[in-house]
């Protein structure tokens, strides 16, 4: 059975940083090429940040250079480090692996303006 459990959200200023965790059980997440995604509220959920089987990432232009994609496969676990944060930052984000329909509880980031 696939879990995966986000946590490292809450609230923060503009220009502020966190860093969010993804820990997954039942999948190798050093197996599979995993993503971050958000979901703002009354919008779509959108995909934020990939890193491959390899190790190599891929952001969206939103996030691209104020956020960063790294993994532990030690621990099973996958990292999003957001920097220079935006009140268009806001949203609940999740992890998951690419392509699969896996998802967790999320965990919710605000960003004051």
């Known amino acids: 059975q696939v879990q995966l459990v986000e946590s490292g959200g809450g609230l923060v200023q503009t220009g502020g940083s966190l860093r969010l965790s993804c820990a997954a059980s039942?999948?190798?997440?050093?197996?599979?090429?995993m993503g971050w995604y958000r979901q703002a509220p009354g919008k779509q959920r959108e995909w934020v940040a990939t890193?491959?089987?390899?190790?190599?990432?891929n952001y969206a232009g939103s996030v691209k250079g104020r956020f960063t994609i790294s993994r532990d496969n030690a621990k099973n676990t996958v990292y999003l480090q957001m920097s220079s944060l935006k009140p268009e930052d806001t949203a609940i984000y999740y992890c998951?692996?690419?392509?699969?329909?896996?998802w967790g509880q999320g965990t919710q980031v605000t960003v004051s303006s």
């Open positions: 890193i491959s089987r390899g190790g190599s990432t």
């Open positions: 039942g999948i190798i997440s050093s197996d599979n090429a």
């Open positions: 998951s692996p690419s392509g699969a329909n896996y």
